[in-house]
Every structure is written in C-alpha cells, then in structure tokens.
T-cell receptor
Framework: ELKVEQNPLFLSMQEGKNYTIYCNYSTTSDRLYWYRQDPGKSLESLFVLLSNGAVKQEGRLMASLDTKARLSTLHITAAVHDLSATYFCAVDIRSGGSNYKLTFGKGTLLTVNP | ETGVTQSPTHLIKTRGQQVTLRCSSQ?????VSWYQQALGQGPQFIFQYYREEENGRGNFPPRFSGLQFPNYSSELNVNALELDDSALYLC????????????FGEGSWLTVV
C-alpha cells in the first residue's frame, strides 16, 4: 500500500524566513502534485511535477521532485502571512496506461507570524 | 474558478439515512474522481469514473456508489450513513486520463448526526 508522508505536519514561521516542507512516498511514481487548502475551502493546485528532477517555481514557492529518492520538497522563501494555509502533496499511483489516481499526504499546516 | 460545481455545499443527515452529492464538471471533462476529506486529514480517494464507467476504487465499502452522466455531471451516493461519514466530499475532474490538469470543486460538507 502506498504511503505518503509529509514532514512537518505543523509549521510556525516568522515572516521573512525560509523553510522547506518534505514529502516522502513509498512506491515508484513519476508525478507528484502540490495543493494549497485554506480553512473551509477546496484544494488549489500549486504545482504538478511530471518527471525526475522537475523543478517549478511560482512566487515565493518552489517545488522539486526526486523520483529516485521518492522525495519532493516545497520550499518557501521569505514567508509572508498570506502563505498561511495547509499544504498537501499527492502522488499519482496509476499503473500502465490507466487513469491517474492520487494518494494524498496528511498535510502541513503552515502558520506565518508577523 | 475551476469550473467544477458541487451541490449541496452543506447538509446534515441522520445516521442510517442515504445521501446524494452532485458534481458538475466542465464540458469535455471525461474523468471525474471523488474524495473524502475528514477533518484534519488529507483527501482519500473513493472512486473514479471515466466515460461513464467506474475506473478504480479506493478502500471504501459498497455503500459508497457513484454515477457519471453524458452531460459531464456525476453523483456520489452513500447509503446507511454512519457518523464517520461526516467529512468534506470533493469532486475532481480532468479533461483526460493523464491528470496533468485536475480541477477540484468547492466540496460538499456532510455532517451525520
């Protein structure tokens, strides 16, 4: 059974600081997704990483994927309060030519303090 | 705006009752998945439909069932509701099987009392 583990589960940061959220998964997968969820809201897509070594950046967030290590990172640069949310990684566990199927981690609750 | 609309947004049901949740996807989105997200947890895959046929199921009992219709809408049915079914139910659609672009709806909050 695929396991997706995020670390840390809770993260309290000061504005202006940098930090990294880690996502480890237990089986082979070539694609990984990062989502943001605000309280009481749905999931907002941040990044889709489609191959080993993929790196994507949007604003203060940068995501990378190492399929050999089964590890993805979400790096936050110079955090601001607006980044406070829960962040999920999700791994695609499809086999062969079948449709995508996502397994999510438990999420990282990020709080950015002034 | 993802173009995925779910209804109802909130509802309260009594244990043992049945519920139907609905999802309307963008035209051309032939793949739809349903997820259950309990409070404080990540979403869990319930099942997926592709061109109106079930195409994969997660670890959920048969009382969770679904349908996908030709007009790109779908529904999730849950029979014999249990207290643990209380959760946010998310619908996700995609224009193809690749999953490069997946759009989530706002979700339906179900409370079972």
């Amino acid at each position: 059974e695929l396991k997706v583990e995020q670390n840390p589960l809770f993260l309290s940061m000061q504005e202006g600081k940098n930090y990294t959220i880690y996502c480890n998964y237990s089986t082979t997968s070539d694609r990984l997704y990062w989502y943001r969820q605000d309280p009481g809201k749905s999931l907002e897509s941040l990044f889709v990483l489609l191959s080993n070594g993929a790196v994507k950046q949007e604003g203060r967030l940068m995501a990378s994927l190492d399929t050999k290590a089964r590890l993805s990172t979400l790096h936050i640069t110079a955090a601001v309060h607006d980044l406070s949310a829960t962040y999920f990684c999700a791994v695609d566990i499809r086999s062969g030519g079948s449709n995508y199927k996502l397994t999510f981690g438990k999420g990282t609750l990020l709080t950015v303090n002034p | 705006e993802t173009g995925v609309t779910q209804s109802p947004t909130h509802l309260i049901k009594t244990r043992g009752q049945q519920v139907t949740l609905r999802c309307s996807s963008q035209s051309g989105h032939n793949t739809v998945s349903w997820y259950q997200q309990a409070l404080g947890q990540g979403p869990q895959f319930i099942f997926q439909y592709y061109r109106e046929e079930e195409n994969g199921r997660g670890n959920f009992p048969p009382r969770f069932s679904g349908l996908q219709f030709p007009n790109y809408s779908s529904e999730l049915n849950v029979n014999a509701l249990e207290l643990d079914d209380s959760a946010l139910y998310l619908c996700a659609s995609s224009p193809n099987r690749a999953g490069n672009t997946i759009y989530f709806g706002e979700g339906s909050w179900l409370t079972v009392v």
